[in-house]
């Protein structure tokens, strides 16, 4: 069974940092691009970064080029998202995704049930 369990999610000040973290179960976890996706209140998803299996190539969404770093440890079967300078905008559900296509939600068959991060002074 596919498991993918987030956490680091919470409240933190405008230009505070947060890392967030998922691990992953149930599938060869380096065999496989995982991705990032968030979703603001009253919004729709949005993608944020992924990073691919085989040699860790990342892409990001420019919203958060700069401040985010998506990466993964393949020993610990763990996905991570580095957030730094945050800003209210960022504030969201993220989840862990398997898979990779940007905006194109039938690429990616599991999901993570979400950490909240909410940015506010």
């Known amino acids: 069974e596919v498991q993918l369990v987030e956490s680091g999610g919470g409240l933190v000040q405008p230009g505070g940092s947060l890392r967030l973290s998922c691990v992953a179960s149930?599938?060869?976890?380096?065999?496989?691009?995982m991705s990032w996706v968030r979703q603001a209140p009253g919004k729709g998803l949005e993608w944020v970064s992924s990073?691919?299996?085989?040699?860790?190539?990342?892409t990001t969404v420019d919203s958060v080029k700069g401040r985010f770093t998506i990466s993964r440890d393949n020993a610990k079967n763990t996905l991570y998202l580095q957030m730094n300078s945050l800003k209210p905008e960022d504030t969201a559900v993220y989840y862990c995704?398997?898979?990779?296509?940007?905006?194109?939600?039938?690429?990616?068959?599991?999901w993570g049930q979400g950490t909240q991060v909410t940015v506010s002074s």
């Open positions: 990073i691919n299996g085989a040699d860790d190539s990342t």
């Open positions: 149930g599938f060869t976890f380096n065999k496989y691009a």
């Open positions: 995704a398997k898979g990779a296509g940007g905006q194109t939600w039938n690429r990616y068959d599991y």
